[in-house]
């Protein structure tokens, strides 16, 4: 039974949303969570849910904080996130989830910039890093900590004028006693569809994060829009392991299901996502790029010491995707392109499932009959490697200030080198540069106490400047890179740095890629290898992978660049870079190289590599 816009017509705002799937499917799973106390997995009825979120919403009314209060959410995926975010909504409250692993400093800044009334944390060292700052933070009231007791709490430093510290379980006593002794219960008024849903920062992959304030209507709007395009169903089960506070995850992995009443299972963590997948036996998955990038990586890694292994890899790949390419009316591969499969291209294809793709398949569970890409652009590699072998994957673009879907390939028309068309509702166009541009009820409010960043990306008449460069063909819209991050060589030529990159980590070498060349006469990399490939390459080059200098020795580069001048054959001879630099520490969240959204920070991946990329431009020809 699956939930279509017009059943959900009326619902104007996010909690009418949970009020109409309580009511209609009261007792079907909502929720499925992993018990770390009884180690066994744990589920909520919609019901179940209802009451819950009521709990938590009375506790957040007895608060009384001014109308439309920050909560600002800085905790992990799970039901303590959900009520959270359920209640606060209830309450007329706005919501703004942080991202559990970003840094202190940052956080400080959001807590202070939004000027919230209260956080809801995970633990007390979490909320103690932030003091430890030194931001003053004059409107928030309290800090409720909700995975630890009150003997862990009370060792925290004392905050002389500052909140109210104390655990999630005395907040919910607290709330549930004054209801139960008081004449009446703590009310509140519940929002308007233009009230603010959240106020969700940016990454900032440049300079400090800004507040997107996005309404009810924005969210219910793009969460109707996205109903219609993928249509979950009530059978349907979603394994959420993207942060909260990525609006990719808050609509399509969060409130989607709600209006599919589908079931959510809440992964451990990422690093136990594969065997939650093989547990949960999820229908739909919603990530970003690098979760299939890593599955694919671990793919090769397995396959690439034997030859014929990879031999059948991609016979079956070549084969599947052929027939994709024939179901979707694609232009049909190149027959030499099976060439590498050798004469286990003439495999019937069959076989070649029952070899390759049902074991692959079984990685995700076994089940998947949708999984969406979105939040950064998916590698031709990547797609062509899961569609040939049978995922069912899509891919969709949007952005914060979008809500953030604003289009995505279905099922019956899957060209994975766009990003589908346009929701129902949305308008799209070219502008000026060739921008994307977009107008619809989906596109944000504005930024959070930020009037001239609003005005320079949103124009009078509801136009959203994306920032993208796009084509828009039969509909279909075609993302060609980020405007300002396109690369100028001291020739002239331009060269958009993402698909190279993408381009660059179809090899399982380069764990991560990093592209410059503004203002020099050439295009260079420095990367990320892969510690056990680096091994097979080293012993292969007859050097020592333990010696640091072995990593930039002559030969070394020359057999990088060789296979990345393969992996880069369809690019223009100018955008293929002619120098690299190898290192071996991985770009984290935590050594401020990516975003907490998994961008490359490359202004600090400059700053940081300055010398490194002085000297790429210093040895004759770039090598």
């Known amino acids: ?76 995926n799970g039901l303590n996130a959900m009520c959270a975010d359920q209640a606060t909504l209830a309450t007329g409250c706005v919501p703004v989830p ?11 800044y959001i807590l202070s910039d939004c000027e919230a009334s209260m956080l809801i944390v995970g633990q007390a060292e979490q909320w103690a890093k932030v003091q430890a700052v030194g931001t003053p ?48 219960p703590a009310t509140y008024v519940p929002p308007a569809e233009d009230d603010l849903a959240a106020i969700v920062y940016t990454s900032g992959t440049t300079g400090k994060p800004k507040g997107v304030m996005l309404t009810h209507r924005n969210v219910v ?39 599919a009443g589908s079931c959510v299972a809440y992964s451990r963590s990422v690093g136990q996502l594969g065997e939650d997948l093989k547990t949960v036996r999820p229908t739909v998955l919603v990530s970003v790029p690098r979760i299939y990038e890593r599955i694919h990586a671990k793919l090769l890694e397995k396959l690439s010491p034997s030859p014929w292994k990879m031999q059948l890899y991609e016979a079956a790949q070549h084969k599947g995707w052929t027939q994709f390419c024939a179901t979707q009316a694609l232009a049909t591969p190149a027959a030499d392109e099976g060439r590498a499969a050798g004469w286990m291209a003439a495999l019937p294809w069959p076989l070649l499932q029952m070899l390759v793709a049902k074991p692959l398949l079984a990685q995700f569970g076994g089940r998947v009959r949708v999984a969406v890409s979105g939040g950064a652009p998916l590698s031709p590699t990547i797609a062509k ?56 009820p989906i596109v944000m409010k504005g930024y959070w106490k930020r009037p001239e960043d609003t005005a320079r990306i949103l124009s009078a008449d ?90 930039n020795h002559p030969s070394v580069h020359r057999a990088v660049l060789a296979r990345i001048e393969k992996n880069t054959a369809s690019f223009a001879r100018y955008a293929v870079p002619r120098a690299v630099h190898c290192t071996l520490e991985p770009w984290t969240i935590e050594n401020t190289f990516m975003t907490p959204t998994l961008k490359l920070k490359r202004n600090n991946l400059m700053a940081h590599f300055a010398q490194a990329i002085d000297g790429m431009y210093q040895k004759p020809g770039g090598r």
């Not at 039974?1 to 996010?14: C, E, G, K, W």
């Not at 942080?98 to 400080?108: K, T, V, Y």
């Not at 028309?413 to 000026?432: F, Q, S, Y």
């Open 221 to 259: 709007s793009d969460v109707k829009a996205v109903l219609e395009r993928i249509a979950p169903t009530v059978d349907d089960v979603f394994l959420s392991f993207l942060p909260l506070s990525h609006t990719f995850e808050r609509t399509g992995g969060y409130y989607l299901p709600i209006a």
């Open 462 to 551: 509801g136009w959203l400047g994306t920032g993208d460069q796009a084509d828009i063909v039969g509909g279909r819209i075609y993302i060609k890179g980020r405007i300002k991050e396109i690369i100028v060589t001291s020739t002239g030529e331009k060269v958009p740095p993402g698909d190279l990159e993408l381009a660059l980590l179809a090899d399982p070498l380069l764990e991560q890629a990093f592209v410059v060349g503004e203002n020099r006469p050439f295009i260079a990399c420095v990367a990320v290898l892969n510690a056990g490939e680096w091994q097979r390459l080293a012993a292969d080059l007859g050097l020592s992978s333990q010696d640091a200098d072995s990593l």
């Open 1 to 76: 039974m699956a939930s279509t816009p017009s059943d959900i017509a009326s619902v104007q705002t996010l909690p009418q949303l949970l009020a109409y799937r309580a009511a209609r499917t009261p007792d079907k799973e909502a929720y499925r969570a992993f018990d770390s106390a009884t180690q066994a997995w744990t589920s909520l009825s919609w019901s179940d849910t209802a009451r819950r979120v009521d709990q938590w919403a009375q506790a957040l009314a007895a608060m009384q904080l001014p109308p439309a209060a920050r909560v600002a959410i800085l905790l992990p």
């Open 385 to 440: 490697c899961f569609l040939g072998l049978g995922l069912p994957l899509i891919q969709g673009y949007g952005m914060t200030e979008t809500a953030p879907v604003v289009s995505v390939n279905s099922l019956d028309d899957n060209d994975p080198a766009c990003v589908g068309k346009a929701l129902p509702g949305v308008e799209v166009r070219i502008g000026d540069n060739r921008e994307l541009q977009v107008r619809g």
């Open 98 to 108: 942080l991202h559990a692993i970003d840094n202190p400093g940052s956080i400080a």
């Open 137 to 184: 933070f004059p409107a928030l009231r309290a800090v409720v900590i909700a995975d630890d007791d009150a003997a862990v709490i009370a060792a925290l430093p004392p905050t002389e004028g500052g909140p109210i510290v104390g655990s999630l379980a005395q907040w919910l006593a607290g709330a549930q006693h004054a209801a139960t002794s008081a004449a009446t």
